[in-house]
């Protein structure tokens, strides 16, 4: 069974830094372009960043430029997600995700494997 599970999540002041990870199980996706995107109640599911397979492309949202980094290392922790200089709009549930054609994407119905979240809160 494929999984993907994410951890880091929390609650951090304004300004704070967090970490995120993505630990998958079920085969590994060295292969695959990975991203993060995150959700808010009620809203759409939005893009945070992708890295596409062996880390040759990345992409950010312009909401995140330059605060958060998204890196890989391609073993059972295949993507993490640096965020610094947090603000109470980042707060959201985050996911990773997982694209098998390797291509990395802001579309989020162009990645077959997702995790179940993490909860970043950011307080002011």
């Known amino acids: 069974q494929v999984q993907l599970v994410e951890s880091g999540g929390g609650l951090v002041q304004a300004g704070g830094s967090l970490r995120l990870s993505c630990a998958a199980s079920g085969r590994t996706f060295s292969t695959y372009a990975m991203g993060w995107f995150r959700q808010a109640p009620g809203k759409e599911r939005e893009f945070v960043a992708t890295?596409?397979?062996?880390?040759?492309?990345?992409y950010y949202a312009d909401s995140v430029k330059g605060r958060f980094t998204i890196a890989r290392d391609n073993t059972k922790n295949p993507v993490y997600l640096q965020m610094n200089s947090l603000k109470p709009e980042d707060a959201p549930v985050y996911y990773c995700a997982a694209n098998e054609d390797g291509i990395g994407t802001i579309i989020p119905n162009r990645y077959e494997y997702w995790g179940q979240g993490t909860q970043v809160a950011v307080s002011t």
């Open positions: 890295n596409s397979v062996r880390g040759r492309n990345t």
